[in-house]
């Protein structure tokens, strides 16, 4: 802590000195002493892993270290999960859409690591997904996707390679869901609503899927992506479209938690 609290006093004195905006810091010493504690004390981002590779494994590691983190994202500070490896290395087309979507859902910095003038076409898209790169620089909401259920292990577990799968967060626009299929083959993902902390009982939500761009209906208490590609990401954004539809049973998500006027569960 001792030497980057030198380096903020330094720049704190130029900007003061110069009557310029100060500089920004950003902290690298690789998560190796807990700098979420107190990386925002001192500059606007730390890193919190080793560093990236371009594989799959890599990105597996970055993304299950950073998902028990992800309370210290906000406006004034960010967890640096290290440079973008799009067009590099051996990364599937699934692989690096997956890579950016949590990058940028998880607010880390978005740094372009490949050569622009020799990148592809389809890095180029993957990287100017103005849908995703919205939410990663949204003026209103700066907190990052936490994960709601890890899926494949029992949830808060540590899995380099399998990491948590099912994320949730707040946007200006709406709830952004981030599904992650860990497996080495296709994979249907389905999750409860009320699973996220930011979605309303009793109400139903219209579903904008991120990478296709495309409006795909109604979600009523639960969602089904079905043959998520392997290592491949589903990302959407639900938005609020009202009461959800009279008659269902039970009459609320959880039964458990559907009571009558008298105070019995409507189930006993």
């Not at 890579?99 to 076409?121: C, N, Q, R, V, Y």
Request: with cysteine.
């Amino acid at each position: 802590m001792g030497r980057y609290e030198r380096m903020a006093h330094a720049i704190a004195d130029l900007s003061k000195e110069t009557r310029k905006p100060p500089l920004i810091l950003s902290l690298c010493e690789w998560g190796r002493e807990q700098v979420w504690l107190w990386g925002r004390k001192y500059g606007q981002s730390w890193r919190t892993t080793n560093d990236i590779e371009p594989n799959w494994r890599s990105i597996t590691y970055i993304i299950n270290q950073n998902s028990f983190h992800t309370w210290a994202n906000d406006f004034h500070g960010h967890n640096d999960m290290d440079m973008l490896e799009i067009g590099n290395g051996g990364l599937t087309h699934e692989e690096a859409k997956t890579h950016f979507t949590a990058w940028a859902l998880m607010k880390s910095p978005l740094l372009i690591g490949t050569d622009l003038e020799t990148a592809t076409a389809e890095t180029i898209e993957i990287l100017t997904n103005h849908e995703i790169i919205a939410i990663n620089q949204d003026p209103v909401i700066g907190t990052s996707v936490a994960p709601f259920r890890w899926g494949i292990n029992p949830d808060y577990v540590s899995d380099n390679t399998y990491p948590a799968q099912y994320w949730s967060g707040q946007s200006q626009n709406g709830v952004v869901f981030m599904l992650i299929n860990t497996l080495d083959k296709p994979a249907t993902m389905s999750f409860n609503l009320t699973e996220s902390p930011w979605i309303r009982a009793g109400r139903q939500y219209s579903v904008r899927d991120l990478w296709t761009h495309t409006n795909n209906g109604t979600a009523v208490r639960s969602f089904t992506a079905h043959d998520v590609p392997p290592h491949g990401v589903i990302a959407l954004l639900l938005q609020d479209a009202g009461d959800e539809p009279e008659g269902l049973w039970p009459p609320c998500a959880v039964t458990e938690w559907c009571i009558r006027k008298t105070g019995v569960r409507v189930d006993q």
